[in-house]
């Protein structure tokens, strides 16, 4: 600052229109980084297929779908909501994730670029995921048999995830399986687990968040809880989800139709 005001203004002068200019110019760097060189460019999407085969495969799967013993996230629809900018993605494959086994990388930028435009083209699986259910029905369905857990349109509970824009996201068959036999793929962040106090309670629902010290969880009565690891008996990772299983018996197929169809509508 002193410095700053001991030069003279003819100086000044200089010195501000050397940070302007060079404002201009990191200006347009970002913004020329910004956009995706190749867009959809099948040739592009391929490279970054085969870089993702060798760099990013073993923690996100061959397919991109995720590995759930590591956590790592399913990335084949990251544009599904429609919110996402390529060049967040790109951040974060260059930056990695602080605090996470997410590493940063250094690749070229056209080869971070050719990994975003290989996710990209992973696309999204299509919406429609019912076409014979009654979707007035299964507002009634969903009303009186998921909307404890799940909330749609900011209605609803919340030990389980937030269904509005499901459909976009899952493909029917996932969907179908998810209620047919919740506990086969367990999504994250809405793991089930069970803790013991030192004074004997029990405490069970899913895993929010957990570092060396600490475990946040919702419970059951749908509240926000969280426990040093210290203070615990006993921290046990259930293999059931808290979601009971909606079978045939319970929900019949034409029912788990108009589930669909009041879903995709949303
Ligand atoms: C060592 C394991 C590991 C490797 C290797 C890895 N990732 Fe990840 N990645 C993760 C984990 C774990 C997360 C989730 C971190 C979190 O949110 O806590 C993640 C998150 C991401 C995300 C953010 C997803 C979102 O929903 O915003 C993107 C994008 C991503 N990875 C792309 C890549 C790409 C591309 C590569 C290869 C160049 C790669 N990752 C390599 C483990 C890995
Ligand atoms: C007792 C609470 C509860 C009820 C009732 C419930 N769910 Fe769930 N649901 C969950 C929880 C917790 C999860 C996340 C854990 C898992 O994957 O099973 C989940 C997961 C899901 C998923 C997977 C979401 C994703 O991101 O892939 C779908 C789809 C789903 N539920 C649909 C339904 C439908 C439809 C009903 C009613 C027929 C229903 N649920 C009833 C608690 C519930």
């Known amino acids: 600052m002193i410095q700053v005001f001991s030069i003279r203004p003819f100086f000044r002068g200089v010195r501000l229109a050397l ?22 460019d099948s040739r592009a999407a391929r490279a970054g297929g085969a870089l ?21 996230p399913d990335l084949t629809s990251l544009w599904a909501l429609g919110d996402r900018a390529d060049d967040s993605v790109f951040q974060t494959i260059r930056d990695g994730i ?3 086994i997410m590493p940063p990388h250094l690749f070229l930028d056209t080869e971070i670029w ?31 048999n998921c909307s404890g857990c799940h909330r749609v349109k900011g209605k609803g509970g919340s030990l389980g995830p937030d269904l509005s824009v499901i459909t976009a996201l899952r493909s029917r068959e996932a969907l179908v399986s998810s209620i047919r036999d919740p506990s086969s793929v ?3 962040r809405y793991r089930p687990v069970t ?7 029990r405490i069970q629902g899913t895993l929010k968040s957990e570092d060396a010290f600490s475990i946040q969880l919702m419970d059951t ?3 926000l809880r ?10 046990i990772h259930e293999e059931r989800s808290l979601m009971p299983p909606f079978e045939s018996s319970n929900l019949s197929d034409s029912n788990l139709e108009d589930v669909l169809s009041f879903l995709q509508g949303q």
């Open 186 to 188: 367990l999504v994250r």
């Open 226 to 235: 969280g426990f040093l690891k210290a203070d615990l008996q006993e921290f």
């Open 221 to 223: 009565s749908q509240r």
């Open 19 to 40: 940070i302007t200019s060079s404002l201009i110019l990191s200006s347009t760097l970002v913004m020329a980084q910004a956009v995706n060189p190749f867009d959809s």
């Open 52 to 72: 993702f085969r060798s760099q990013c495969a073993t923690c996100h799967g061959a397919d991109a779908m995720g590995i759930q013993d590591i956590d790592a």
């Open 98 to 100: 602080p605090g996470s």
């Open 195 to 201: 803790l013991v106090t030192r004074d004997n309670q």
């Open 114 to 144: 050719m990994l975003v435009t290989y996710l990209k083209s992973l696309g999204n699986p299509s919406s429609i995921v019912s076409t014979t259910g009654d979707a007035a029905r299964g507002a009634e369905l969903f009303a009186s």
